[in-house]
């Protein structure tokens, strides 16, 4: 955590923040054109404020489908990473696979998802899993692999066996890139929600997400309803972003290095 | 820190297992005699296209014929056909065209009855700009579905020429300019289009070339199973469209608007009105149409013009795609 918060950083973002609503409302005015193809911030709120019930109810459903992808990213992750970073020949065996997994886009395997794990829920979770999935992994492994030698050098010294290594020293030393993985992962899974709401959802239960509110409001050409909901995911992603980082503080703070030094 | 994380990850578990299952099971009906569980798959998010299935519900009509219907609601990629192939449903309703393609390339499904005598789909335009009949496309660019069988329809058997821009589900290019012209639903877009002030209308794009079905239809191994429930849910089906269009479409509104806030009775009621307007679903008497009815006949004409028009790649029988034994009989 920074040590100090000084006027700018507050005042400057305020300021440019205004400008650019400044701007937005004269292109409006200049342009004459309309409030659904360009709302203005104020009808936006009051889209906000009018669909609230409908906004919130959405990202509940929506904050479920990106928790849920998100922890199976988080548990299979991290168990995936401990595969491949003690093991010089899984690692060979499985990163190039796990790399086509990475590189085939999710929208390819949309109906295959769909097929398998069904669609609502258990497609949106898979989806979301999908995408917040290898950051983790691409993280984990590198942190297992990047132990400083002359720490596993004084557990060799000491006898340490081979999972006294990995559970005491590689693991807690990996703990910044996980959680490092982790917060990508963080950005990822609500979008992965919403992506996953837009192809599989199904609306069940009486509530879709913000992925079916798009559909909702884009069919009955309700565009400040649009922006709300945008301005919602927006919102969602930043919850998501900033229960990890507070994870990240909890977890580190007390001992690791990034919290400590005053040199950046 | 991983136990922790491991009670989530069941935590997370348990939630997928839930949500998954999360349908609601309508109410068992009073008598307390076990009702007969059918999982029928929609292909949308719950909408009055799908108004007479909510209404047998809502009505009981299921439940007096001694079934405890779930209505899953479908969405995007709903992939109906594939849900109850697999057994993810029982029967299920799409375009009858879509049904002669998949049986034809070994999915296990048949049809079962119509649900709409003919498809809903439109070409949506500006009431000050026209388009009468589809020779009316001539050189005009169309906002459609790339890859819809009736654009090929309109290409080779009606000789006429157009241009395609992808489909995106978005008005707001319609409503700016005047002179676009973009597929639709009849019983949808043109209201909403109608709510911004646009004076539009809406061509069928069902004619006597190419009149596709909507349909009910059951997976292969329940339709043999089962023959007695798939005889029940389609006589309560359509007793449930009948009702929803000629009578009063309430109990079922009352479900569709439990289901999505966002369905307006405004809407719901143009919805109605559009599928009686065109004689959807209960179709022309003086056709010889009724609710529910398909005929060997026409499912053979849609065969040859699918495979004509190169979307079917092999024959396949008109007993193979289509039972008739389910369809009620003259009224």
């Known amino acids: 955590m920074k040590k100090s918060f000084s006027v700018s950083t507050w005042l400057l973002p305020a300021v440019s923040g205004l400008i650019f609503i400044g701007l937005w409302y004269s292109v409006r005015v200049v342009s004459g054109l309309q409030s659904w193809i360009l709302p203005t911030p104020g009808e936006i709120m009051a889209a906000a404020v009018h669909e609230h019930t409908r906004l919130l109810a959405a990202a509940g459903h929506t904050a479920l489908g990106a928790l849920g992808g998100f922890l199976l990213a988080a548990i299979l992750g991290f168990f995936t990473s401990l595969l491949l970073g003690l093991s010089k020949s899984l690692r060979a065996s499985l990163y190039p696979w796990l790399l086509m997994l990475q590189m085939t886009p999710v929208i390819v395997l949309t109906p295959i998802i769909m097929l398998w794990a069904g669609p609502g829920m258990p497609g949106i979770i898979t989806i979301t899993w999908l995408i917040s999935y290898f950051p983790i992994v691409a993280n984990l492994t590198q942190g297992l692999l990047s132990t400083d030698m002359n720490h596993v050098a004084l557990f060799r010294m000491c006898n340490a066996n081979r999972w006294q290594e990995v559970l005491l020293l590689r693991v807690p030393a990996a703990l910044p890139y996980y959680l490092a993985g982790l917060r990508i992962a963080a950005t990822l899974a609500p979008i992965g929600a919403i992506f996953g709401e837009y192809m599989v959802g199904n609306a069940s239960g009486g509530t879709g997400g913000l992925g079916f509110l798009v559909y909702s409001y884009n069919t009955q050409i309700k565009i400040p309803a649009l922006f709300a909901t945008a301005l919602t995911s927006c919102l969602l992603g930043f919850v998501f972003v900033a229960a990890v980082a507070w994870l990240n503080w909890a977890l580190l703070h007390k001992w690791h290095d990034s919290f400590e030094r005053a040199d950046h | ?331």
């Open chain 2, 1 to 331: 820190m991983s136990a922790y994380l491991l009670r989530l990850f069941f935590a997370g578990l348990a939630l997928i297992a839930t949500s998954g299952c999360g349908q609601k099971t309508p109410a068992a009906a009073a008598s307390g005699a076990a009702l007969v569980k059918v999982r029928f798959q929609t292909d949308w998010f719950p909408q009055p296209e799908h108004g007479g299935y909510y209404q047998a519900l809502a009505k009981g009509y299921y439940a007096a014929e001694g079934l405890d219907v779930a209505i899953l609601p479908g969405g995007p990629n709903a992939q109906v056909m594939s849900s109850v192939a697999v057994g993810r449903a029982d029967l299920g309703m799409t375009n009858g065209d879509d049904v002669i393609v998949a049986v034809a390339r070994g999915v296990p499904i048949k049809m079962v009855a119509a649900e709409m005598q003919r498809d809903a789909q439109g070409i949506l335009f500006h009431a000050e700009h026209p388009i009468r009949s589809l020779q009316d496309l001539q050189g005009k660019t169309i906002m459609a579905g790339a890859g819809s069988t009736w654009i090929e329809v309109v290409r080779q058997k009606l000789g006429v020429k157009f241009n395609l821009i992808p489909l995106v589900g978005d008005l707001a290019r319609f409503v700016n300019n005047p002179e676009f012209v973009q597929q639709c639903f009849v019983t949808n877009e043109p209201y909403f289009v109608g709510q911004r002030g646009v004076s539009v209308g809406a061509l069928l794009i069902a004619n006597e070339t190419y009149e596709p079905y909507r349909v009910m239809f059951a997976g292969q191994t329940f339709l043999t199973q089962h023959p007695d429930v798939v005889a029940k849910f389609v006589r309560a089906s359509l007793r449930g469209w009948v009702d929803y269009l000629t009578g009063d479409p309430a109990p079922a509104n009352k479900l569709l608007a439990a289901k999505r806030s966002d369905l307006t009775p405004e809407f719901m009621a143009y919805s109605i009105k559009a599928m009686n307007d065109y004689q959807l679903v209960l179709g022309n008497a003086a056709k010889g149409e009724r609710v529910g009815l398909l005929t060997a006949a026409r499912l053979t004409k849609q065969i040859a013009l699918l495979q004509e028009i190169g979307v079917l790649d092999k024959p396949v029988a008109v007993n193979e795609v289509a039972t008739f034994e389910f369809i009620p009989a003259q009224p």
